[in-house]
């Protein structure tokens, strides 16, 4: 059993920062990628950064220069450092994670619960 729980949302005024965590814990073998998607009201959900086990991050075009993502292997977990919060950055957003379970032979992708963050003044 993999279980994904992120921490860190909350509501910030504009210009502001938040850090989101997502600690990964079960019965696993190894992680491959990880990273966080969002979703706001009535909108699809999109990714937002993504990390691979070598640390090759990729961002979505609306966050670079803004948000960071950084993850500690020994610990199974990543992180997201937001900064210069913008209203438009008001969604739920969710870790996922590429884990290879001890028993298992090939990756399967874990979500998190989700993590609202409201930017507003």
């Known amino acids: 059993q993999v279980q994904l729980v992120e921490s860190g949302g909350g509501l910030v005024q504009p210009g502001g920062s938040l850090r989101l965590s997502c600690a990964a814990s079960?019965?696993?073998?190894?992680?491959?990628?990880m990273g966080w998607y969002r979703q706001a009201p009535g909108k699809q959900r999109e990714l937002v950064a993504g990390?691979?086990?070598?640390?090759?991050?990729n961002y979505k075009d609306s966050v670079k220069g803004r948000f960071t993502i950084s993850r500690d292997n020994a610990k199974n977990t990543v992180h997201l450092q937001i900064n210069s919060l913008k209203p438009e950055d008001t969604a739920v957003y969710y870790c996922?994670?590429?884990?290879?379970?001890?028993?298992?032979?090939?990756?399967?992708?874990?979500w998190g619960q989700g993590t609202q963050v409201t930017v507003s003044s």
């Open positions: 990390i691979t086990n070598g640390g090759s991050t």
């Open positions: 079960g019965t696993i073998f190894s992680i491959n990628a």
């Open positions: 996922y994670a590429a884990i290879r379970t001890s028993s298992g032979s090939y990756y399967l992708t874990y």
